[in-house]
């Protein structure tokens, strides 16, 4: 399992904090309970902000049945030569 990154840390975290304030302000619950149960829905909510942050690198997968082929450069050409063990490229390299 991947480390997580310090967006997802970051991102987890303040959205731990708000929601928990957010939620007990709202609420205005006074028993320990009702603390508890929204403590827990907050560390739930931050756990799903941070897995939900991208990966850096990490690309969106496309379905292959969607993806077209790429048409590729054309085959080069090749001319046999008599007296020779191997086909020789009739194009030029660019090696020197």
Same mark, same amino acid.
């Given at each position: ?24 302000? *709202? ?20 756990? *799903? ?7 850096p690198g990490a690309a969106p ?14 085959? *080069? ?20």
């Open positions: 399992m991947p480390r997580p990154t310090a967006a997802q840390l970051a991102y987890g975290s303040a959205t731990v904090v708000f929601a928990t304030l957010a939620m007990l302000l *709202l609420s205005q619950t006074r028993s320990g309970i009702g603390v508890a149960v929204i403590a827990v829905a907050a560390l739930a909510l931050g756990l *799903l902000v941070a897995m939900t942050v991208p990966m997968r496309v379905r292959a049945a969607t993806q077209r082929p790429v048409a590729g450069p054309e085959p *080069l050409a090749v001319r046999p030569v008599a007296g020779a063990a191997e086909p020789r490229v009739t194009e030029h390299s660019l090696r020197s």
